[in-house]
C-alpha cells in the first residue's frame, strides 16, 4: 500500500485494550484538530474533532485530550479492536482570507495484536 | 448519499509528461481541496478551490495548477513530472461557506495513485 517505506512511529498493543497516540502541533493560531484514521487503499476517514477552547472532548470509543501550553494532542481509543489497525493522523486547522487547509502530523501506525 | 469519488485511481506516467486528476465532490459541497501524500514529507496541502476560485495554495511549484467547474468537480494538473511526483494524491471535499464556524469537516476521496517512472 501507499504507506509501505513510511518511516512512522508505531504502537502496537493488545486487542481490548486502550490506545494512546500523541501528537505535536506548531501553529498557535490553529482553531480547530482533527484526528483522521487512514486505512491501506483508503483516504483518511474523519475521528474527531476538537476546538481550541476545548480540553477534551468524547465520541464513540475516542477522546481527544488538547493541552495548547505545550500543543499537544492526544487520542485514547479505548477497548481496542482489529478494526482499528490503521495509520493515525493528527491535524491542525488553519483558517485565513475565507478559506482553510489542513497541516498534517507524521502519523502513527497502531496494529492491534489478538 | 455518495462520497468523494477520484479518478483514475492508478496511473503510470513518464518523466517530462504531464497529468491531469480528477475529483468529484459530494453533493453540495463547493469546496474541493487537494493534498499530496508521500513516505518522505507525509500529507501536504496542494490547493484549495471554492466557487471555481482558487481560495488557499501550498508551497508547490507553478508545475502544479488546478481549476474547478462551475459543478464544483475539481481538476489538478501536473506538468513536466518528475520521480519526485509519485504519491498517492487526495481530494477532499467540505460545504466551504465557513458562515457559522470557522471550520468545515473535510471528506477525503480514496486517492490517485500516481507513479513517475
Known amino acids: 500500500g501507499e504507506s509501505v517505506g513510511l518511516h512512522l512511529p508505531t504502537l502496537s498493543v493488545q486487542e481490548g485494550d486502550n490506545s494512546i497516540i500523541n501528537c505535536a502541533y506548531s501553529n498557535s493560531a490553529s482553531d480547530y484538530f482533527i484526528w483522521y484514521k487512514q486505512e491501506s487503499g483508503k483516504g483518511p476517514q474523519f475521528i474527531i474533532d476538537?476546538?481550541?477552547?476545548?480540553d477534551k472532548r468524547q465520541g464513540q470509543r475516542v477522546t481527544v485530550l488538547l493541552n495548547k501550553t505545550v500543543k499537544h494532542l492526544s487520542l485514547q481509543i479505548a477497548a481496542t479492536q482489529p478494526g482499528d489497525s490503521a495509520v493515525y493522523f493528527c491535524a491542525e486547522n488553519l483558517t485565513g482570507g475565507g478559506a482553510q487547509k489542513l497541516v498534517f502530523g507524521q502519523g502513527t501506525r497502531l496494529t492491534i495484536n489478538p | 448519499k455518495a462520497g468523494v469519488t477520484q479518478t483514475p485511481r492508478y496511473l503510470i506516467k513518464t518523466r517530462g509528461q504531464q497529468v491531469t486528476l480528477s475529483c468529484s465532490p459530494i453533493s453540495g459541497h463547493r469546496s474541493v481541496s487537494w493534498y499530496q501524500q508521500t513516505p518522505g514529507q507525509g500529507l501536504q496541502f496542494l490547493f484549495e478551490?471554492?466557487?471555481?476560485?482558487?481560495?488557499n495554495k501550498g508551497n508547490f511549484p507553478g508545475r502544479f495548477s488546478g481549476r474547478q467547474f462551475s459543478n464544483s468537480r475539481s481538476e489538478m494538473n501536473v506538468s513536466t513530472l518528475e520521480l519526485g511526483d509519485s504519491a498517492l494524491y487526495l481530494c477532499?471535499?467540505?460545504?466551504?461557506?465557513?458562515?457559522?464556524?470557522?471550520?468545515?469537516?473535510?471528506?477525503f476521496g480514496p486517492g490517485t495513485r500516481l507513479t513517475v517512472l
Open positions: 478551490y471554492f466557487s471555481e476560485t482558487q481560495r
Open positions: 477532499a471535499s467540505s460545504s466551504g461557506t465557513l458562515a457559522t464556524s470557522s471550520y468545515n469537516e473535510q471528506f
Open positions: 476538537i476546538r481550541s477552547n476545548m
